[in-house]
């Protein structure tokens, strides 16, 4: 649910990461005819990968929130606050799962992974700003 709202985060700051010659991916485990509709529906910039086998996932060991996750304070306050900002939750596609938890990963030149954030709760991403400084710190150390 939150997971929609990090991706248009990254949809409104695309021309950044454009800038710093950055490759945005991001993969969802919807279908790939519900992960193109979410594409449109969100107007996506950047490539959105179907994993509904969850392989992505599990490679880079992503987990699950809990119940009491989604009644914790923080993530309570962080609905709200993406509320009051015009943004509404979506329940998301027939199939999807509400609980999965996402990350995002900043993947070198050589195929590696030089930062990874693993969501600890559904309310739990990076800022724009500070996924952007990670990938010009990633840029700077390949020379």
Not at 50 to 73: H, I, M, N, R, T
Request: proline share 6%.
């Amino acid at each position: 649910m939150l997971c929609r709202a990090h991706l248009g985060d990254i949809r409104d700051q695309f021309q950044s990461f454009k800038d710093i010659k950055a490759t945005v991916v991001a993969v969802t485990f919807s279908t790939p005819s519900e992960a193109l509709k979410l594409s449109q529906e969100l107007k996506l910039p950047f490539p959105l990968v179907s994993d509904p086998q969850k392989e992505v996932y599990k490679v880079f060991e992503l987990g699950s929130a809990k119940l009491k996750d989604f009644l914790s304070l923080n993530v309570l306050w962080k609905f709200l606050g993406r509320i009051f900002t015009g943004w509404f939750p979506s329940l998301g596609y027939s199939k999807d799962d509400l609980f999965q938890l996402g990350g995002d990963f900043v993947v070198n030149a050589k195929g590696e992974v030089v930062y990874e954030f693993k969501s600890s709760s559904p309310a739990d991403r990076p800022g724009i700003p500070f996924l952007l400084e990670q990938l010009q710190n990633a840029k700077a150390n390949e020379n």
